[in-house]
Structures are given as structure tokens and as C-alpha cells.
């Protein structure tokens, strides 16, 4: 069974959610209300933090939606680290056509801050460009990398 599953840290990037599953639709823009992008996780694997959401009133993180088969989950929860870095939510998300549920990741012990890494950072931006997000958005993301 298809279903949506909504990207805002390096899985945004079609290229790194290729290598993880193999396949994948065509990503859309999409937006999360009511949350804000952070980094408050460790990833020795990155070496650095990576990419993260908490809730926050009147902020939203931007991403990729994208459509995948309900049995790729178990692959993915493995990349995110499920259960021990991250757990799996289901959210809803809008996007050009509306409002859609989708899934996504939290972290399970959000830290303060941990600045990303350079190549880390450097494949979330090449996803937002692939998707066409605008300058400003991109340097929304920028932001909550270095602060």
C-alpha cells in the first residue's frame, strides 16, 4: 500500500533516498506547520548533528513529500536510527494540492544544537534546490544549521 512519507533532513534529497530504497517517486514540496527545523542530534556516522523537528507555533519546515510502498518503512526506519535515535509520527503536511497525512521522524532524545557537518548540510541544500525551493527558504535552513 502507498503511502506519503515527508522528508526534511537529508532524505530530502532524491539521490540520498535512492541509494536508501532503491526507488522512489517523484519528490513534491511540502510543508510542515507547527514545527521548527533543529539539529539536536549526534550522528557519529555523519559526524555531526543532524536534522531534527520540534513543535513551535507559527513556524513550519519545508521538505519533500514523497509517495512510497508501506513495506519500505522498515528500511527507512533503519537509516533514521528507529527506535533508538529516532521514532516514526505520522503528520500532516500541505502541499500545491492541498492538505495530506504523511510520516516522518523525531528525534527520541533531542539534545541542544549540534551543528551538522559540511557534507551533511551540503546534500540538504542540493535536495531543496533539486526541488526548487527559493533563496530565502534555503537560507531558513541555514539558519537553524549554525545557531
Known sequence: MAVNYFA?????????????????????????????????????????????????????????LYTIEGEDFPVLDRYQGTPSIRSRIKIRVKTDTGVEEAYTYIST????????????????????????????EIVMVERAASQ
Request: glycine fraction near 10%; charge should be positive.
Open 8 to 64: 526534511y533532513d537529508v532524505t530530502l534529497n532524491p539521490e540520498v533516498i535512492r541509494k536508501i530504497l532503491g526507488k522512489w517517486s517523484v519528490p513534491r514540496r511540502a510543508r510542515l506547520e507547527g514545527y521548527k527545523l533543529v539539529f539536536d542530534t549526534y550522528s557519529a556516522a555523519w559526524r555531526g548533528g543532524i536534522a531534527g523537528i520540534e513543535e513551535k507555533d507559527n513556524s513550519y519546515v519545508i521538505g519533500a
Open 109 to 136: 532524545s533531542p539534545r541542544k544544537h549540534v551543528a551538522p557537518s559540511r557534507p551533511y548540510l551540503a546534500l540538504m541544500l542540493r535536495g531543496l534546490k533539486t526541488l526548487g525551493y527559493s533563496d530565502p
